[in-house]
C-alpha cells in the first residue's frame, strides 16, 4: 500500500469518527524519523499538515518541501529545548509542546524578533507521569494568565497524551478530564485540543479532539 493509500485510509476513519462524535477533527501527518520521500508523497497530493519532534532532522525538510509546495503547515510536537526554541518559532507554525512560562516567554521573545505570532498549545500531564513533559492541572490557570500577557504569542489549546495502554479503555478518565479542561477555556482561537496517536485517536475524538497525531500507521515503520 502506498503512503498516500494509507493516510486516505487513517483520514477516512477521522472522518466518521469525528461524524460519529460530532465535531470536525484534523489529522496530523507525524513525520518524526521518516524519510522526506514518503512526506513529499503526501504533500504532492494536497496533504498540508505534517508534524516533527527533532529540530535538525525537521529543517532540511521543512526548507526542501516549502520551495516545491505552497502552504504546508508544520507543527513541532517533541520536547522544547530553550537552545532551540529561536528555530522552533520560526520553522513551525503550531508548537504543541509548552509546559513552563519561561518557555512562553521566550517564545515571545522570539516572535517579537522575527514580526509573527507564534501559536502554540500547552501540553497536559494529567496521569502525572514523571518520564513525561507538560504541566499538572492545577497550574494550568497560572499558566494561563500569564500567556495573556504576552503579545506574540496565541494559546490555541491544549495538547495531552495518556499514559500508554494496550486497553485503551483505561485511559477515558484522562482522556475525559482533557475534554473537560478544554471545554472550560474554548472559545474562537482556543479551539484546538490535540490528543490521540495511532493506537487511540478514535476514542480520543469521542472524548473530544480535535486534532488527532498519526505517525507509524500513515508512513510505516521509522528510520
Given at each position: 500500500?502506498?503512503?498516500?493509500?494509507?493516510?486516505?485510509?487513517?483520514?477516512?476513519?477521522?472522518?466518521?469518527?469525528?461524524?460519529?462524535?460530532?465535531h470536525n477533527v484534523e489529522l496530523l501527518a507525524v513525520s518524526k524519523n521518516q524519510?522526506?520521500?514518503?512526506?513529499?508523497?503526501?504533500?504532492?497530493?494536497?496533504?498540508?499538515?505534517?508534524?516533527?519532534?527533532k529540530v535538525q532532522e525537521a529543517l532540511p525538510k521543512i526548507e526542501y518541501l516549502s520551495n516545491k509546495y505552497n502552504n504546508l503547515d508544520f507543527h513541532f510536537i517533541g520536547k522544547v529545548q530553550t537552545n532551540k526554541l529561536k528555530k522552533i518559532v520560526?520553522?513551525?507554525?503550531?508548537?504543541?509542546?509548552?509546559?513552563?512560562?519561561?518557555?512562553?516567554?521566550?517564545?515571545?521573545?522570539?516572535?517579537?524578533?522575527?514580526?509573527?505570532?507564534q501559536n502554540v498549545l500547552i501540553q497536559l500531564n494529567i496521569a502525572c507521569e514523571t518520564q513525561k513533559n507538560g504541566i499538572a492541572v492545577e497550574n494550568l490557570d497560572d499558566i494561563l494568565n500569564a500567556s495573556?500577557?504576552?503579545?506574540?504569542?496565541?494559546?490555541?489549546?491544549?495538547?495531552?497524551?495518556?499514559?500508554?495502554?494496550?486497553?485503551?479503555?483505561?485511559?477515558?478518565?484522562?482522556?475525559?478530564?482533557?475534554?473537560?479542561?478544554?471545554?472550560?477555556?474554548?472559545?474562537?482561537?482556543?479551539?484546538?485540543l490535540s490528543m490521540g496517536m495511532s493506537h487511540d485517536f478514535c476514542l480520543a475524538i469521542e472524548y473530544g479532539a480535535t486534532l488527532v497525531r498519526v505517525g507509524t500507521n500513515i508512513f510505516g515503520e521509522r528510520l
Open positions: 500500500m502506498s503512503i498516500i493509500e494509507s493516510y486516505n485510509n487513517i483520514y477516512s476513519e477521522v472522518l466518521k469518527c469525528s461524524k460519529k462524535a460530532g524519510d522526506i520521500s514518503k512526506m513529499e508523497e503526501l504533500a504532492c497530493n494536497n496533504v498540508l499538515m505534517f508534524g516533527e519532534s520560526e520553522y513551525f507554525n503550531l508548537i504543541h509542546s509548552v509546559d513552563r512560562q519561561d518557555v512562553l516567554k521566550l517564545i515571545n521573545n522570539y516572535a517579537c524578533e522575527l514580526g509573527k505570532k495573556a500577557a504576552l503579545e506574540n504569542v496565541v494559546v490555541k489549546g491544549l495538547m495531552f497524551m495518556p499514559p500508554y495502554e494496550e486497553d485503551i479503555t483505561k485511559n477515558i478518565k484522562y482522556f475525559d478530564m482533557a475534554n473537560s479542561l478544554f471545554n472550560k477555556y474554548k472559545s474562537n482561537t482556543f479551539n484546538t
